[in-house]
């Protein structure tokens, strides 16, 4: 059973940092990517940042950080200088192949998601 479980998600002020990290098991790609998306309330989901082992992408550059430990198969998300407009669910999800993608229909198995809030 493919499972991706995100944690790390919370309240915190704006300014503060958080990490989020994505645990995924299960899944037997040879290559693969994992991303983070978010989804805001009354909006689309978007693309925040994806990593494998020939990529990366980070479309929130400056302030957010994508990082693996691919023996563990996690992710994380380390989140600076946060503002209200991060306020999101955040998931992260797998993808066959070592290309990243902000596309969420390129990706194959999604977490749960975590609340991430940040207030002004």
């Known amino acids: 059973e493919v499972q991706l479980v995100e944690s790390g998600g919370a309240l915190v002020q704006t300014g503060g940092s958080l990490r989020l990290s994505c645990v995924a098991s299960g899944f037997t790609f040879d290559d693969y990517a994992i991303g983070w998306f978010r989804q805001a309330p009354g909006k689309e989901r978007e693309g925040v940042s994806c990593i494998s082992s020939s990529d990366v992408t980070d479309s929130v550059k400056g302030r957010f950080t994508i990082s693996s430990v691919n023996a563990k198969n996690t992710v994380y998300l380390q989140m600076n200088s946060l503002k209200p407009e991060d306020t999101a669910v955040y998931y992260c999800?797998?993808?066959?192949?070592?290309?990243?993608?902000?596309?969420?229909?390129?990706?194959?198995?999604w977490g749960q998601g975590t609340q991430v809030t940040v207030s002004s």
């Open positions: 999800a797998v993808k066959r192949g070592v290309w990243c993608s902000d596309y969420e229909n390129e990706y194959d198995y």
